[in-house]
């Protein structure tokens, strides 16, 4: 035997089983260990964050109160200074004009250039979500030099105030801020959601104070919506009409509770507001706290109106929907508000995404007023549009994705808009591209172009205008009732209340009494401060990858799934209810409708108006044969490549490159004359084609100029990426042939098949984006 080898063990049956039966309770243990300490550090961090979480709600209500008794000032991320209290005017208003002074490290303002105001919304909240941020319009047109003002407003109104006393201030600020830059164009205007409206308003009674104006997410169409999308616009018939704002506005010893307002913005999405906004708090409370706190400065700041001011909103605008009607009348009915008196150039922002104004309350006016595109040249009138995609409604003014594309590329094309013929337009945003054609001439990462567009586009993105049909029954019904609580039931109201009442009732508000429960005002919130100073010392955060916080956080979408449930079925009910009673043919018998809605006083053209449409005619008729070398040049452009009827930004700064090389632009006060000759050869062009290119040899008398208008427009051409194949080179032939020059082209470099082709389309004939809106709808 060996003894250096080991003697054979014999393999017991039972050796092996045992061996894995303590493997697999090693594995066992092993899980129990690792749940059991992944329980206790989810344990652990989420006591930790409902304590820090209550200290944030705990800083939130502090804030509330220190901005209360500051006297809630606008939430602006820019200094100012008042520079016109509009509570010392004659009429006088709780609002005031703020100069906005530039950050440091931005260019020191010019006042020759085009100064920017911007008008925020009084709806519920306080001002200052236009300057919420730096990367916002007014960040924008600083680092560009311009003048920055800023239409703000106080807590509490001014007795006997209404809104047309507050058109009456905003009309006097415009009016100082040209006064103080007389060398400027007419300033920018911008209007925020609600300070849309008053905009469209304030132009249509003073268009001589005004330039361009940016209607950003702003509702002017208030019937208007697609079906299953758009409840909020159903909550005015469900409530019987206007007489709840002046039950409101009782209870509130004659002034308007704008906490209201922002309660109904809540209730639109409960999942965010009842769980998602919280929860974001509580589960990312190590980072979101500064966010948090900022938002809720501005969210948390509840202002009030007059109630004559909220009547008026409400039996005008929300329900009555007479402004884009022309209904709206001035107290002493000498000014009637006419929105086709606008002169100045609209810009209109919205997205498919924002529940409160969608795209058919912004942009349905505009087949109220005018009944072809036509009809908008003729009225001189430029309109120009841009749709986002996905953004929410609150995105349109803070987001900074938005500001550096939309914002930025409207601001910043602003003096194109400005040229752009008379016409209805889609500002479509684009990434550039290293091979893009003419890239030298885009400022920035985006492109934006301005496609001509028709009435049956604006059309095309609702589902059809026949449901607004029983608005106008929540519009009679609405008087109906309103009639019958002004004479029933105010005057015992009024009576009962006083200011002791109405604030017990403002601070009842779960708006505002969550924040007062939840602030250093309540001695049971004391211990917070230092129990999570103490919690931050200690602080230790679950992994993200533990899986009971993963656990959690299907939980958490699980809730957010169901409240959203909640809301979709309500709003289907609120909907079917709403359409049943104010669909309902005995109803409509009742209160009078007939076949039709009159969404305009004058459906029909009146004589004065087809008189003006003559003498227009008249006056451009004379023009085919008469005008400037500017005239001539543009006429050219117009001809050889007509859509450029509609621009983008490209073909436009080459053509001032060029223009100034012909010398017809010879100061930037030429941009004038350039603005009116490119509408008023638009026009021409758009009245008669034919007899357009027999007047041009009369413009160009020179061979040089004829030879310039040729090269220019053919630099435009290219520097926007394409000639227009067969088309453009035809219509280049007629011109030349006409102006007595060789017809061929100035380069026979050739065009890239997928661009001829595409360009070979006329701009008239290419369809538009519907199925893009349909898809969104």
Avoid at 107 to 115: E, F, G, I, L, S
Avoid at 644 to 664: C, Q, S, Y
């Amino acid at each position: 035997m060996d003894l250096a080898t080991p003697p054979l063990t014999p393999e017991l049956p039972g050796l092996s089983l045992l061996s894995a039966s303590l493997s697999n309770a090693g594995q066992i243990f092993r899980m129990q260990f690792e749940t059991f300490a992944a329980a206790s550090e989810y344990l652990y961090d989420r006591f930790q964050r409902h304590w820090l979480t209550a200290d944030v709600l705990r800083e939130r209500g502090n804030q509330y109160l220190a901005h209360a008794r500051s006297g809630k000032p606008p939430v602006l991320a820019f200094d100012y200074e008042i520079i016109m209290d509009g509570r010392t005017l004659p009429d006088p208003a709780n609002y005031a004009l703020a100069r906005i002074h530039p950050p440091a490290g931005s260019p020191p303002t010019d006042p020759a250039k085009r100064p920017f105001v911007v008008i925020d919304p009084r709806a519920g909240h306080g001002p200052g979500i236009g300057g919420f941020k730096i990367d916002s319009g007014i960040g924008i047109a600083m680092r560009e030099g311009h003048p920055c003002y800023f239409v703000m407003f106080f807590p509490t109104p001014e007795p006997g105030q209404t809104i047309e006393s507050v058109t009456k201030a905003e009309y006097a600020f415009l009016a100082r801020v040209n006064e103080m830059h007389p060398d400027a164009s007419q300033p920018l205007v911008i209007g925020n959601c609600q300070g849309g409206w008053a905009l469209m308003m304030l132009a249509a009674a003073a268009p001589k104070v005004v330039g361009p104006i940016l209607l950003a997410g702003s509702p002017v169409s208030y019937w208007a919506g697609v079906r299953g999308k758009n409840p909020m616009r159903y909550s005015g018939g469900l409530l019987g009409g206007t007489w709840l704002a002046s039950f409101a506005g009782d209870l509130g010893n004659g002034r308007f509770d704008g906490a209201y307002l922002v309660n109904n913005f809540e209730l639109l999405n409960p999942a965010n507001t009842f769980w998602g906004k919280p929860y974001n708090l509580f589960a990312n409370i190590d980072t979101e706290r500064e966010r948090f706190l900022e938002f809720e400065r501005w969210w948390g700041g509840h202002f009030l109106l007059n109630k004559a001011e909220m009547e008026w909103i409400t039996q005008n605008l929300f329900v009555g929907n007479r402004l884009s009607a022309g209904d709206v009348v001035s107290a002493n009915g000498r000014t009637r508000i006419d929105l086709r008196n606008i002169r100045s150039p609209i810009v209109v922002f919205a997205s498919w995404g924002d529940n409160i104004t969608p795209p058919q309350q912004a942009l349905n006016w505009i087949p109220d007023l005018y009944d072809s595109v036509e009809d908008i040249r003729l009225n001189e009138q430029t309109i120009v549009y841009c749709l986002h995609e996905k953004i929410g409604h609150l995105g349109i003014f803070v987001s900074g994705a938005v500001a550096r594309r939309e914002t930025d590329k409207l601001v910043g094309t602003l003096e194109l808009i400005d040229v752009l013929p008379p016409g209805l337009y889609e500002a479509v945003i684009e990434d550039t591209r290293p091979d893009m054609p003419g890239r030298e001439y885009v400022r920035g990462r985006f492109h934006v172009r301005f496609e001509p567009r028709t009435m049956s586009d604006i059309l095309a993105l609702d589902d059809g205008r026949e449901d607004e049909r029983a608005f106008e029954v929540v519009k009679r019904v609405a008087g109906v009732n309103q009639g019958l609580y002004d004479t029933f039931v105010s005057p015992w109201l009024r009576l009962m209340s006083n200011e002791l009442t109405a604030e017990t009732t403002r601070n009842l508000n779960p708006a505002r009494f969550e924040r007062l429960w939840f602030s250093d005002a309540n001695p049971l919130c004391w211990p917070l401060a230092p129990l999570a100073g103490l919690v931050r010392h200690k602080r230790v955060a679950a992994k993200p990858d533990n899986p009971f916080v993963q656990a959690e956080k299907r939980v958490s979408g699980a809730v957010e799934d169901a409240l959203d449930h909640y809301r979709d079925v309500r709003d289907r009910m609120q909907e079917q209810l709403f359409t049943t009673v104010y669909e309902s043919p005995l109803l409509q018998a009742l209160v009078g409708l007939g076949q039709g809605v009159v969404r305009r006083r004058e459906q029909a053209h009146t004589w004065m108006e087809e008189e003006f449409r003559k003498l227009q005619r008249n006056a451009l008729d004379g023009a085919f044969d008469s005008g400037s070398t500017l005239d001539g040049m543009v006429r050219t452009i117009f001809f050889t490549k007509p859509d450029m009827l509609g621009f983008d930004e490209r073909p436009f700064n080459l053509l001032r490159e060029e223009l100034a090389k012909a010398g017809v632009t010879p100061s930037r006060a030429a941009i004038a004359d350039l603005k009116q000759t490119l509408k008023h050869q638009a026009l021409l062009f758009l009245l008669d084609e034919d007899r357009a290119l027999a007047g041009l040899p009369a413009l160009l008398p020179t061979e040089e100029l004829r030879r310039k208008a040729l090269e220019t427009a053919y630099s435009l051409a290219r520097a926007r990426g394409d000639l227009g194949g067969d088309t453009f080179q035809q219509r280049y032939a007629r011109v030349a042939q006409r102006l007595g020059l060789p017809t061929a082209l100035p380069s026979a470099e050739p065009e890239p098949a997928s661009t001829k082709a595409e360009a070979e389309t006329p701009p008239a004939a290419k369809p538009a984006r519907r199925s893009r809106a349909k898809k969104a709808q």
